[in-house]
């Protein structure tokens, strides 16, 4: 638990690896700021602190022009953790409360409004509806810097309820009206008809392995959904008003993406699951040193700081790869996975106009076409169709059903002992199963398939003894677990 004082060294430190984890607020300017701001560091008596950009626009805060704060990565804090205000945030980040308001909100945490804004605003100091308000602005400032969309468009998509309330929200936050946002970013890109196009910039806070995350992804890509070309990697995206493409590559202090959005609603889901996907939100300060303290690990850690743990867009596909890499090498999974693709995936509405060898054309990467089946499409699959043995297909199927039921629940707000106890309960599925779609479906930082052979080669351990020694990197085990797997890749075994 960090004081005030240990805040403002921070902030005097200008030190960016703090950005996103709080707010600071200058009373005699009324600006909030991020902690790396480049500005001048207010004197101690003229700054407050806020545990987010929400809370300190409610406090009547409108945010810096010079370092953005709301740009800044999300808190590892709601990343990692299983608390009520943790699930809370990622589903509001993953735009649930556009979707469904703040009763689905409080439906999908199990709990009544009444609490859930109780726990929101002790914890964040907002309510829901005021988070949901920061988080529609802050897409609403990349539809306003990146695409052509008329300003009511922008604000319907971005999850506002009328142009008379996004503009009131924007003078609010920003000190602007959209359309002088819009004229600040200068010419806006294209918007072409029936797709939405945007390039952005995803932060992150260093160090950050990006390249070995993108490869980590690459090396498991299923032919018609992902491509790979050893930089650049781009994928399909099924979400909830329509599909969508998306190219990830490593920038200048950031990860570039070029989004192509059957339905511009989808941004911030889209936003949200890219980030979840390579990890984005991680402390890696926090990660490497603690697990720096391991005699086995401390090599790893230092040939490979800030490594991150490749998430998944999609709980379902993460769960369909677990049971098909079942004691099967990458290759062959990624055979039977792209024969299933074939099979079973939808193919994608988002024009096709060039592809990896065309960066700068937004498209549906050459090969890559299809969405991954849904629950839907394999519910009901004959387990006698061949592929694979019947007992996967009828984990797969069982899976599906569950998800389809919701007696499975895998999604960003999920309680994470109780998704595990759900995938156990499937006949087929086992304890490497679980903990592999729990590390990466669900983000959880300490899962640890200690089954895995890989990991056990590379520790020079078996599976009980890798299981002990794992007990001294919590809460971090999935990302010992990845630094063992990249050190097997890389030829650096310990």
């Known amino acids: 638990m960090w004081d005030d004082e240990t805040r403002y060294a921070v902030i005097r430190g200008k030190d960016a690896r ?113 988070l949901a308000i ?50 600040r970013a200068g010419a806006p890109g294209v918007a072409a008809a029936g797709t939405t196009r945007l390039t952005l910039r995803l932060r992150y806070r260093a160090p950050a392995s990006i390249e070995r995350a993108l490869a980590f992804l690459g090396a498991r890509a299923i032919a018609g959904v992902e491509a790979w070309d050893g930089r650049t990697y781009a994928r399909t995206m099924r979400l909830p008003h329509g599909g969508a ?44 040193s603690s697990l720096v303290g391991s005699e086995l ?56 106009e060039g592809g990896l060898e065309d960066p700068g054309v937004l498209s549906v990467p050459n090969g890559a076409g299809r969405a991954f089946p849904s629950p839907e499409a394999l519910a009901d699959v004959d387990p006698a169709m061949g592929l694979m043995p019947r007992a996967r297909w009828r984990a797969v199927s069982a899976a599906a059903r569950g998800l389809l039921d919701g007696d499975l629940d895998l999604g960003p707000g999920a309680d994470r002992a109780e998704a595990r106890a759900a995938l156990l309960a499937i006949p087929g599925i086992g304890p490497w199963t679980a903990e592999y779609v729990a590390l990466r479906a669900l983000g959880d930082p300490d899962a640890f398939p200690a089954g895995d052979l890989v990991l056990q080669k590379a520790a020079g351990l078996d599976g009980r003894a890798l299981a002990a020694t794992a007990e001294g990197w919590r809460p971090w085990r999935a990302y010992a677990a990845l630094h063992l797997w990249t050190a097997v890749t890389e030829g650096r075994t310990p």
């Open 134 to 183: 920061a988080h529609r602005l802050h897409h609403a400032r990349a539809l306003l810097e990146g695409t052509a969309l008329p300003v009511s468009e922008v604000a319907f998509a971005a999850g506002f309820g009328s142009v008379r309330q996004f503009n009131d929200a924007a003078r609010a936050a920003w000190a602007l009206t959209p359309g002088e946002v819009r004229r």
């Open 245 to 288: 493409t998306v190219t990830l590559a490593p920038g200048p202090g950031c990860v570039a993406a070029e989004l192509a959005l059957e339905d511009v609603r989808d941004l911030a889901a889209a936003v949200a699951r890219c980030r979840r996907l390579l990890d984005l939100d991680a402390d890696p300060a926090a990660v490497d």
């Open 18 to 130: 703090y950005d996103g984890q709080f707010i600071t607020a200058v009373l005699t300017t009324g600006i909030y700021c991020r902690p790396s701001c480049p500005a001048r560091t207010p004197a101690r008596a003229n700054v407050a602190f806020y545990p987010s950009a929400a809370a300190a626009q409610r406090a009547g805060f409108r945010s810096c022009r010079r370092c953005f704060p709301d740009d800044a990565p999300g808190s590892p804090r709601w990343k990692v953790g299983s608390d009520v205000a943790s699930r809370a945030m990622r589903l509001i980040d993953d735009g649930l409360v556009e979707r469904e308001g703040v009763a689905g909100l409080a439906r999908r945490l199990g709990y009544t409004e009444r609490h859930v804004s109780r726990v929101l605003v002790d914890e964040l100091g907002a309510s829901p509806q005021a």
């Open 297 to 352: 690990l401390a090599p790893l850690v230092a040939a490979a700081p800030g490594l991150r743990v490749p998430g998944a867009v999609e709980p379902f596909e993460m769960v369909v790869r677990a049971i098909v890499g079942q004691q099967v090498s990458v290759a062959g999974a990624r055979r039977t996975l792209g024969v299933l693709v074939e099979r079973f995936g939808a193919e994608l509405s988002v024009p096709r």
